[in-house]
């Protein structure tokens, strides 16, 4: 998904978040290079969760080594991601 994000859509940047009790995510969103950034805080079933917000920039991204990845069928879908047919663009994506 990454993969997709920056080297084919373009993304500057992709988040994700985590309670910050579920330690599992929080290392998963970490090992992947994703940096913290920010605490949301919502009421969930009458009591106050917090969740940790991390944010992985394209730099940081190029940094971390991957196994190759090849990805077909993205040619005319172009416009369903927010970006012209002609190439990579400025797409920022998060999830």
Same mark, same amino acid.
């Not at 805080?41 to 196994?67: A, I, T």
């Given at each position: 998904?990454?993969?997709?994000?920056?080297?084919?859509?373009?993304? *500057?940047?992709?988040?994700?978040?985590?309670?910050?009790?579920?330690?599992?995510? *929080?290392?998963?969103?970490?090992?992947?290079?994703?940096?913290?950034?920010? &605490?949301?805080?919502? *009421?969930?079933?009458?009591?106050?969760? +917090?969740?940790?917000?991390?944010?992985?920039?394209? +730099?940081?991204?190029?940094?971390? +080594?991957?196994?190759?990845?090849?990805?077909?069928?993205?040619?005319?879908?172009? +416009?369903?991601?927010? &970006?012209?047919?002609?190439?990579?663009?400025?797409?920022?994506?998060?999830?």
């Amino acid at each position: 998904m990454l993969h997709l994000a920056f080297a084919e859509l373009g993304a *500057v940047s992709a988040t994700s978040m985590s309670f910050t009790d579920n330690l599992s995510s *929080v290392s998963v969103s970490r090992k992947l290079g994703y940096r913290p950034d920010g &605490i949301t805080r919502d *009421v969930l079933h009458g009591k106050v969760v +917090e969740s940790q917000r991390f944010r992985l920039s394209r +730099e940081n991204w190029d940094l971390q +080594e991957r196994p190759p990845v090849t990805v077909s069928g993205l040619t005319g879908c172009e +416009e369903l991601f927010g &970006i012209d047919g002609g190439g990579a663009g400025a797409a920022a994506l998060t999830g």
